[in-house]
């Protein structure tokens, strides 16, 4: 048995942690959160044997052979960095870390360790959307000439509705474009196969004045609480990005959390010269087909019907959707493939997120947000 250790246990904490379970070879032991009620809720749920004090106790414990970061972002660099000085695997929520800099020191010190480390880009791990990036990787598809895409939510619509993403000090520079944007844009640069290279940004806050509850509010959750203090927010809840991909293809990302109405929403649409590809988060088990000359298609979820390096990761017979979990499990299980080896699988035919995927999105980041100050092109 792996020994785990999940260090987080808000929102993203228990979906890791159920992952973990589904993959029978990996016990979590222990968890720990700053808010130590959340904690004990949490192994009481999942018959979690231990509550650990802090998180440096998680990190330092002997028993211990991997650590799940599910932090709020400003701890992303210190745990990571003393989990690597530990000698455990880690699998770290993104981004890697607030700057680029801790992001790079981070890849640096791993590889001179040796550490199998993993970012939780799961959105890259669903079946439709590995078709896609084999098609296109292939040759089948042609040639990438265009990219679009979209990802809105309505979470942050009220002037009541609160997030730690939206404070600076624990977020970092950005909100939407550091949470969602590091998605998507990772989404895109697998399913291509392309590094963005040339971005240019704008981003609007469209509530600048919330009210923050006194209580501690977990992502998505609505907060009840009539004790509040209003404070002024610099951090945006939209973001425009115009990009250009390495072959010279241009791109554009729209994403905003203020959209009534549309929960979450990530999609995407891919023009190449053979035919477009195109996913939405909406319908998971989909992949939409575009053709100039005969009838459009669309390809659902099938074993049977798709690349033999998809249909490995399309776990159910026809017709049974996987869904987000299930995403979250599939790259789970890529990452503890290379744990038990020892190293990272060269032949894996799915490229698996690690911590320098993390850092070269947190230089997309880092780029996109110049490129908003200065309303300019900045090159990644």
């Given at each position: 048995m792996i020994t785990v250790a999940v260090i987080g246990t808000g929102y993203i904490g228990p979906i890791h942690i159920?992952?973990?379970?589904?993959?029978?070879?990996?016990?979590?032991?222990?968890?720990?959160?700053?808010?130590?009620?959340?904690?004990?809720?949490?192994?009481?749920?999942?018959?979690?044997?231990?509550?650990?004090?802090d998180w440096k106790e998680?990190?330092?414990?002997?028993?211990?052979?991997?650590?799940?970061?599910?932090s709020p972002n400003c701890m992303h660099f210190e745990m990571s960095k003393a989990a690597v000085k530990?000698?455990?695997?880690?699998?770290?929520?993104?981004?890697?870390?607030?700057?680029?800099?801790?992001?790079?020191?981070?890849?640096?010190?791993?590889?001179?360790?040796?550490?199998?480390?993993?970012?939780?880009?799961?959105?890259?791990?669903?079946?439709?959307?590995i078709e896609a990036a084999l098609r296109i990787k292939s040759g089948d598809a042609g040639t990438v000439r265009m990219v679009s895409g979209t990802w809105f939510q309505d979470w942050l619509s009220k002037a009541?509705?609160?997030?730690?993403?939206?404070?600076?000090?624990?977020?970092?520079?950005?909100?939407?474009?550091?949470?969602?944007g590091s998605h998507w844009?990772?989404?895109?640069?697998?399913?291509?196969?392309?590094?963005?290279?040339?971005v240019m940004a704008d981003f609007a806050t469209i509530i600048p004045v919330r009210r923050k509850p006194k209580n501690q509010v977990i992502a998505f959750e609505s907060s009840t609480s009539s004790e509040f203090e209003e404070v002024n927010v610099a951090l945006e809840e939209y973001a425009a990005v115009m990009f250009r991909l390495d072959n010279g293809a241009p791109g554009t990302f729209t994403a905003c959390q203020t959209v009534n109405g549309v929960k979450s929403a990530p999609e995407f649409m891919i023009n190449a010269s053979g035919y477009s590809l195109a996913w939405d988060h909406a319908e998971t088990n989909k992949l939409w087909i575009g053709h100039r000359d005969?009838?459009?298609?669309?390809?659902?979820?099938?074993?049977s019907?798709?690349?033999?390096?998809?249909?490995?990761?399309?776990?159910?017979?026809?017709?049974h959707p996987l869904g987000y979990h299930d995403a979250v499990l599939n790259l789970f299980r890529d990452f503890y493939d290379d744990v038990r080896l020892g190293k990272e699988r060269a032949d894996r035919p799915v490229p698996r997120p690690t911590f320098e995927t993390g850092a070269?999105?947190?230089?997309?980041?880092?780029?996109?947000?110049?490129?908003?100050?200065?309303g300019v092109w900045v090159k990644v």
């Open positions: 159920e992952a973990l379970r589904r993959l029978g070879d990996v016990n979590v032991k222990g968890v720990c959160d700053a808010n130590m009620k959340l904690a004990e809720s949490a192994a009481s749920r999942f018959g979690i044997e231990k509550v650990y004090k998680a990190v330092n414990d002997p028993s211990v052979d991997a650590v799940h970061i599910c530990a000698g455990k695997s880690i699998m770290s929520e993104k981004p890697l870390a607030m700057k680029l800099e801790e992001a790079e020191e981070l890849t640096d010190l791993a590889r001179l360790k040796g550490t199998i480390t993993g970012v939780n880009f799961c959105y890259r791990y669903y079946p439709s959307v009541s509705d609160w997030t730690w993403r939206l404070e600076e000090a624990q977020s970092g520079n950005s909100n939407i474009a550091g949470d969602l844009f990772d989404l895109i640069q697998f399913a291509t196969g392309l590094k963005i290279t040339d005969t009838p459009n298609e669309i390809l659902i979820e099938n074993p019907l798709m690349n033999p390096a998809a249909s490995g990761y399309a776990t159910l017979p026809a017709g070269e999105e947190m230089r997309i980041l880092k780029a996109v947000v110049e490129s908003n100050k200065k």
